[in-house]
């Protein structure tokens, strides 16, 4: 249960940072390692799809960004997706009804990712922004409320990508984590080269399946864990009870590292990497 | 030999005085004692300070140093719209309530006054009163101050002001004010004749002084030095300095003196120069009016393209002589004058004796035909009264960073990129690039005059080549002198500066940075092989993507592209995120809206703030094109929010720290119209406000 408070805890940081600029502070160089509209009022750090849109419409080879992302995208792969994200959050926050992974549904996100790119080469346009909804969440609510916005067919659009995704995220759990998030598609390039990972002792394995029933990600962590659908989370880790999944930082492709499960948790028995 | 020593120290010693100086008011020494910046202030602090206070809506900061001392500045605007100042007086990075100034509304702003406390790098810190003024809806401040400070040598008075209100005296910029002719008054405005930089030395009765300053501007050394002449005094009553020039159209020789006897307008001015376009065709009637009576206007033309002076004078058939010399600001007479702004225009009467300067129209009509019915006599006649206040100092505006040496290779052409920022809210207009003081065997590219608007940015190239034909090496170091004007209301200023470009012979030349790639294209090959490796081999692998990332982040901020990424996120384009639909770029104006518009009786200027990627924004600019097409009194101007991201968060488009667009600022009155819905009807809505 502990591992769920420490990423609440994490979680909340990054719902925290998202709102940091009611300190004050304005719009920074850092990019933002997840799914948090740049729009927002107080946001004052960069959406990487957002910025990722205007470099190819700039036509500017994104050196920085790219940096970037792989550096958040080795730390903690999709991690950050179930320990950072806001919009994670809020999904994990509707999560009522874990549903099995639709396999055939996964490439969409790859799909939205490169549509994305396409459009903003192609068509010279941030669509992507203009459907999200984060963007409807955290800006086009907001400055409806400013007042700076009107309820024109734009905003009643982002209303509408708002309103099926949070029905989405209510019928099935992490439904724009799973399918959609373009964001999520780019971490989950780095999922398995990471160094957080989640990690599987086979000699404690039954087989019993809990894990499957825990994952907000409806997939088999005891056979997945750390493919481009596991969003490290720990729920799976939580749910055995015979504690054979573990969540830690290590070497990607090494085993033997201790679970993680807390942060003052001590060093000992070896793991076999789920890598393997 | 310790006596000569001695002797000689005693007899240095005896020729430098040290006088006291102490604070003064600048109400009784004159305007120039009133030294006014402009001050830019930013959505974020420049360093970590923290703000205490009750919650603001907008907040924008600024780092005023004063010596050593910091002080944060915070302007912010309240949620019920009330406009505050808090400047971190204890500086402790923290602003506390208690550290708000309290102000007064003023005509067109918010007034407050504070007392600072300057801490120079050596001597005792001192007080240092300011005046703050915050021009209503801008992103600046004006600074008042100077810390004039005044005492007495040889029974004149003498005083010394901080012009480049940094909180140091004896900086570039700090200047003395001499009442050289004892009359009790010291005219120290710009081109006053007692007003001295703290190089230059003064003549008092026929003998000349320098003056070294302390820091802390707590006295003066004065010791003799080489004699100067005094400089002619240029106010009103005093004999006006004689020059001879050559005719621009005819050529012949004429002089000032020849046309004692007439009234005389000496009126320096440029073609390039707006305000004094605009006084042209004022002129040309008074001179219609008055010529055969008596009144002569000499113009003395700053240009430097004679094409472009001959083009106005037959365009408008300027009947009056010219004199040009295609120097610009060098020119002789304008030196001889010490004109450091046009239009500058001194009426002069039957005797040759300044009587008036940059007279209005309606005034300036009037004292020519006073002047005109003056009998000739040959006593000159009673001061007019003092001239006219000079508001604003005219001082470089641009900050320009030159690398730290370029390599040159003979016949080898070498690129040196010259970043110039502007540092001031004014547009500085062609601005050029010179070598005054180039060897022979050099030749170099420079890019044609361009302009830098309100705290800019510009990238300049420069192409050296350098041939050694004479077998000697080239100097280490040259002059690059950039020139430009930039105007204030309804004054125009030059300004010169310059930078040293170093070089080294023999190194490679400084090559373009070609875009590593790779780094990018390894990246990429990593992340799919990742996919595939397992055990030591992914953990490797791990390691050299960690090293690839770090390259292509390092490469990225040194490309500049994490500021590019800060200002693609700093401006909110409505449309982009969806706030806003995306119009198509054609704007109907319904027939009775646009008849509205076209009788709208006052003058209005529409300034529209856009940015490349904003697809509501073409929408924006045509329907403002069609407003003003069907008015002439409307006039438009199109702003790259992104590019003068400056004049944005001068006008006021920058809202938490993200400029929107489009946005529609109506000059006259600072009203901004965000967003294209019902633009037109509120267009005509904030017209209607216009006093």
Redesign the interface.
Known sequence: MRLRYLRRGTQGLGVLLGIF?IT??????L?FPGLH???C???V???PI??LQ??V??G?????????L??YG?ALGRGWCGWFCPFGTVNDLLAFRRAKFVRALSPLKILVLVGTVVAAWRL???WF????PA??LT??LP??ALG???P????W??MGTLGGTVLGMVLVSRFWCRYLCPMGALLS??N????LGLRIRREKCTECKRCREACPMGIDPYLEGNSSNCIKCGECVEACPHKALSLSFG?????GFAPLRFPWARSGSRGISA?? | MVFLLAFLFWAFSVQAEEIRLVPESPENLGDWAKVVQAFRLYPTPSRSVRYEGPTLATQLWGDLALGQARYALLLGVTPQNAVELYVDLDRDNRISPGEKLSGTRVSGGMAWTVSLRSEPPQGSSFDYPLQILWPEGRGYLFLVGGAVRAGEFRGRRIALVDGDLDGVFGTKGDFLAVDVDGDGKIYAEPDGHERFSLNEPFTLGGESFRAEVPPDGRSLRISSAAYTPPKVPLIPGSPAPNFTFREFRTGENLSLASFRGKVVLLDFWATWCPPCMASLPGLLELYREFHAQGFEIVGVSLDESAEDLRRVIASYGIPWPIAFEGKRWDNSLANLWRVYQIPTAYLLDKQGIIRFRDLEADALRKAVSELLSEPVTLEAPAPAPSMPEVSLRPEPILELRVPKETGIQEGKAAKVSVRVINTSPYLAEEVRFSFPDLPPGWEVEVPAPFNVPAFGEREAQIQILFKDSAGKSPPAAVRLSVDYHYCIEDACFQMSQEEKLAFVLGASPERALSLPWWILALLAAGVLLSWFLFGRNLTVLSFVLVGLGVAALLFGVFWGQARQAQRIASVLCTSCVGIEEARAPTAEIPAALLSEFQNFPKTAHLMVFYTPWCKSCPYAKALVAQIASVNPRISVELIDADEKRAEAEASGVIRNGKAVVPAIVIRETGKILFGTEDLAPRILAALREIP
């Open positions: 600029g004050g502070l304005g719009m920074t160089h990019i509209c740049y729009a009022p107080l946001a750090t960069v959406c957002g910025l205007n470099l419409i700039a500017s080879i994104p050196f920085y960004l790219l940096g970037v792989a550096l080795l010279l346009d941030t922004c203009k459907l999200c963007a409807s800006a086009s400055y409806f700076l916005a009107q024109t067919t734009p905003f659009i982002h390039l780095f398995r080269a990471s160094f070497f990607p492709g090494g085993s890598h393997k």
